[in-house]
C-alpha cells in the first residue's frame, strides 16, 4: 500500500497591558485600526466588523482579508470567520486569540464547543477568548477537493483495485509513477472546486490575516497561543509583525526552518518515541495485547501486525478496509494523550483478532467522517493543501527513495507511514514558505513550550524555535502527549498564567517540569 503521512506538531518584559477593548467597538477607544498599514491594505484595516450574538456569551463575524497579501488586489478577496467567548468576569483585560493546530483544525469550533477545556479557568476569567478559522479551514473559504463525499471516503478507506496493485513496490518506478498520477488528480480537483485561491492559503497568508484580526479587535499588540501548527502561524507572525506581539505561548512547536524530509524525521522520531513508551507501560499491565519482555520486542511485534495488513488488509463494513496505513492512523491518532492508551490497547487487541471496527472508527474520528459517510468538515483537504504551500515537494524518484531509507532507518517501526512521493507536485505555488530562521527582533517575550515525549511535534523543534527566536523562553516538560499548558501540570500553568494575565514572563529557560 502507499504509504499515508499524518503531516497529520528570557528577556525582562516591561507589560502593556490592552485594557478590555469591546470586539464590537474598537473605536470606542480610539484606536485607528488603519495606522502604519502598507499602501494598498487601508481598505482592509478600515472595513467595519458586523459582529453578531452568537448566543453563550459568543460573539462571531466574518471579515474579509486580500487573497494575496503580498500583491493585494481588492476584487480577490477571502473570508475569515472568527468567534469570541467574552471574558467571564465581565471586564476582559484583552483578547487571546487561539488556533488547535493542524493544518486544518477549526479554532472557531474549539472556542465555541470547548473553551474550557481549552486553557485554565483563570485565562477565560479574564480574557476574551478569539478563535477563527485560517484561510481554507472549514467556514473561511474552504479548500475543496471534491464534490462528492463519497470519492473522498474512498481515498481515506480503501485499497483500490488490489489486482492492478498486487506486488506493487510503492517506492519503485512503477509504484512512483501511479502515486505521482494520484498526485496530479488531487491536485486537478482542489484547484477544480477551490478556484485560484488555491495557491493563497499558506502560513503566511494566514499570519498576515491574524494582523488583520488584530487590528479590528482594536488591540495595538496582538496576544495569541497557539498549539501544534499553531506554533507555526504564531512564529511566522512575530517573524512577519514582531512590534506587534503581545503575550505568545506556543505550544508543542514546530522548527520553522524544516522543510522536505527533515520535518517529516521530526514527526516519525516522534510517534516511534511515544509508540514505545505507550508499550513499555502496556507491557507492565495485565490487558496489554503485546506479549513480549522488553520494549524492541515489542516494537517488532507491533512491526508484524503493521506487515500483516500490509499483505492482507482487513475487509469491515461499508465498504472500509483497515490497511496498514489506516492501522497506522487509528494507533497514532490514540498517542496524542495518555488517558487515550486503554482505547489503544483495545485497538491492537482487535485487530490481532482480525476484528476492525475500533480502529476503523479510530480513523473516522481522526479525519471527521459522519455516520453517513460524509465529513463533518474540510480538515483532510486543507492539511494536505495548507502543507503543499509551506514546503517545497521532492519529485527526483531517488531521492525520495534516499528520504525513505533514512526515515525508515530513524524509526523503523513507524517511518513507513512517512515516506512516498508527496501529494503536492503539481500544487499552485508549492513550497512557497519561507524556511529561513525566525529571530523577530524586539518582540515581547514568546513562551515556547515543548514535551520531551511528544509525539506529533519532536521536542527538538521546540528547542529550535526558541532558540532562534530572539525572545524565547523554553519550558521543558517530561509528560506523555502532544501540548503541554493546560493539563494541571503547575510548574508549566503557573508561569504561562503569570506571563498571560500579569505580564511576568520567566526570567529565563524553565527546565525539568
Excluded at 472546486?193 to 479590528?216: K, P
Excluded at 502543507?387 to 521532492?394: F, S
Aim: glycine share 10%; net charge negative; charged share 20%.
Amino acid at each position: 500500500m502507499a504509504a499515508a503521512s499524518l503531516t497529520l506538531s528570557g528577556c525582562i518584559f516591561l507589560p502593556a497591558v490592552v485594557s478590555s477593548p469591546s470586539p464590537t467597538d474598537p473605536d470606542d477607544n480610539g484606536f485607528d485600526s488603519t495606522e502604519g498599514v502598507d499602501e494598498g491594505l487601508e481598505s482592509f484595516y478600515a472595513q467595519e466588523v458586523d459582529w453578531q450574538n452568537c448566543g453563550d456569551g459568543q460573539r462571531c463575524a466574518v471579515i474579509t482579508a486580500p487573497m494575496d497579501w503580498f500583491n493585494p488586489d481588492p476584487d480577490k478577496t477571502v473570508e475569515v470567520h472568527m468567534i469570541v467567548k467574552e471574558a467571564q468576569g465581565g471586564n476582559a483585560i484583552g483578547d487571546l486569540l487561539y488556533n488547535p493546530g493542524g493544518p486544518g483544525a477549526s479554532g472557531y469550533d474549539y472556542v465555541q464547543q470547548f473553551a474550557e477545556y481549552l486553557v485554565p479557568p483563570e485565562i477565560l476569567e479574564q480574557y476574551n477568548l478569539v478563535g477563527f478559522d485560517p484561510r481554507g479551514v472549514s467556514r473561511s473559504s474552504p479548500i475543496t477537493c471534491y464534490d462528492d463525499p463519497s470519492t473522498l471516503y474512498e481515498r481515506v478507506f480503501t485499497v483500490g483495485d488490489s489486482e492492478d496493485y498486487e506486488g506493487v513496490d510503492w517506492l519503485s518506478d512503477e509504484g512512483l509513477d501511479i502515486s505521482r498520477e494520484a498526485s496530479r488528480e488531487f491536485s486537478e480537483a482542489c484547484e477544480t472546486y477551490t478556484g485560484e485561491a488555491i495557491g493563497y492559503y499558506g502560513t503566511e497568508q494566514a499570519a498576515s490575516d491574524m494582523d488583520l484580526m488584530r487590528a479590528l479587535l482594536g488591540n495595538d499588540k496582538l496576544d495569541y497561543y497557539g498549539v501544534s501548527y499553531g506554533t507555526l502561524l504564531g512564529a511566522t507572525y512575530a517573524g512577519l509583525f514582531p512590534d506587534n506581539v503581545g503575550r505568545f505561548v506556543l505550544d508543542a512547536a514546530t522548527d520553522p526552518t524544516a522543510g522536505g524530509v527533515e520535518s517529516t524525521l521530526f514527526q516519525a522520531r516522534g510517534f516511534e518515541l511515544a509508540m514505545g513508551n505507550f508499550l513499555e507501560v502496556c507491557m507492565g499491565e495485565s490487558d496489554c495485547p503485546i506479549d513480549a519482555d522488553d520494549r524492541q520486542e515489542a516494537l517488532d511485534e507491533m512491526t508484524e501486525l503493521f506487515d500483516e495488513l500490509d499483505d492482507d488488509p482487513i475487509s469491515g463494513s461499508n465498504d472500509r478496509y483497515l490497511t496498514s496505513g489506516s492501522f497506522f492512523i487509528a494507533v497514532a491518532a490514540n498517542l496524542y494523550a495518555e488517558f487515550q492508551w486503554p482505547t489503544l490497547k483495545t485497538i491492537i487487541a482487535d485487530v490481532q483478532n482480525g476484528e476492525p471496527e475500533s480502529a476503523l472508527s479510530a480513523v473516522e474520528g481522526y479525519y471527521g467522517v459522519n455516520p453517513d459517510g460524509t465529513f463533518a468538515d474540510n480538515s483532510y483537504e486543507a492539511l494536505i493543501g495548507i502543507n503543499c504551500l509551506d514546503n517545497v515537494p521532492e519529485d527526483d524518484y531517488d531521492t525520495v527513495r534516499a528520504d525513505a531509507e533514512r526515515v525508515q532507518d530513524e524509526a523503523p517501526t513507524v517511518g513507513r507511514f512517512f515516506v512516498g512521493l508527496s501529494s503536492c507536485l503539481d500544487w499552485p505555488n508549492a513550497g512557497s514558505r519561507s524556511l529561513d530562521p525566525i529571530t523577530a527582533p524586539g518582540a515581547d517575550p514568546i513562551i515556547v513550550i515543548g514535551g520531551l515525549n511528544d509525539p506529533a511535534t519532536h521536542y527538538d523543534e521546540s528547542v529550535a524555535l526558541a532558540d532562534m527566536l530572539e525572545s524565547g523562553i523554553l519550558i521543558t516538560v517530561a509528560d506523555e502527549g502532544h501540548g503541554q499548558y493546560g493539563n494541571g501540570n503547575m510548574c508549566v500553568d503557573e508561569p504561562v498564567n503569570d506571563y498571560l494575565l500579569n505580564g511576568n514572563a520567566p526570567s529565563g529557560d524553565i527546565d525539568n517540569c
